[in-house]
């Protein structure tokens, strides 16, 4: 079946460095693929999409390419905050209706 | 507009005790999805519905659970009874008709079944 695998976490940065968070998927067809992102307390909030191979996603300085050739979806931004300390989830949707995601990465931006 | 509504925010309860969580979906929205969070297993999820009739409920773990959508702005979680082991966050999200599109979240309710 369908499956999305994340880098395990905590992944702690500082500041201003730059983020990647790696996204692989499994499935067959042509999935869309997504980034959410959960706030301490709060509920999911999307916060890119791609719907096909070589879309890129982007919001809020991140970015993320879906790459069909090496069946991948990694979030990046180039210079993070501390605002941006939550836990993020890749996701994927495929012939259907329902969202299947990943364990979650959390990330913690020190000042 | 409001977005996916959910109540309580948080619940304690007994175990053997029953418990519904409820779910306003987005207006217009035909899809509702119930997920469950644990550290353990992540997101999970349970069930969901499309104008609401349920579609897949292979998600849901055991006969305690159960979930209904009577009308189109409303869905209940029912656990009957409750064990600590449903300790865990639950959240509602309802999406359009379109597929392989996002869905939207509501902000979930924490039980702790002691």
């Known amino acids: 079946g369908d499956s999305v695998t994340q880098m395990e976490g905590p992944v702690t940065l500082s500041e201003e460095a730059f983020l990647t968070i790696n996204c692989t998927y499994t499935a067959t067809g042509y999935p869309s693929l997504f980034w959410y992102v959960q706030y301490p307390g709060e509920g999911l909030q999307l916060l890119l999409k791609a719907t096909k191979a070589d879309d890129k996603g982007s919001n809020k300085g991140f970015e993320a390419t879906y790459r069909k050739e090496t069946t991948s979806f990694h979030l990046e931004k180039g210079s993070v905050q501390v605002s941006d300390s939550a836990v993020y989830f890749c996701a994927l949707a495929n012939s259907g209706y329902a969202l299947n995601f990943g364990k979650g990465t959390s990330l913690l931006v020190t000042p | 507009d409001a977005g996916v509504i959910q109540s309580p925010r948080h619940e304690v309860t007994e175990m053997g005790q029953e418990v519904t969580l409820r779910c306003k979906p987005i207006s217009g929205h035909d899809y509702l999805f119930w997920y469950r969070q644990t550290m353990m297993r992540g997101l999970e999820l349970l069930i969901y519905?499309?104008?609401?009739?349920?579609?897949?409920d292979s998600g849901m773990p055991e006969d305690r659970f159960s979930a209904k959508m009577p009308n189109a702005s409303f869905s209940t979680l029912k656990i009957q009874p409750s064990e600590p082991r449903d300790s865990a966050v639950y959240f509602c999200?309802?999406?359009?008709?379109?597929?392989?599109?996002?869905?939207?979240f509501g902000q979930g309710t924490r039980l702790t079944v002691v």
């Open positions: 999200a309802s999406g359009t008709g379109q597929p392989n599109t996002e869905a939207f």
């Open positions: 519905f499309n104008n609401n009739v349920p579609i897949d």
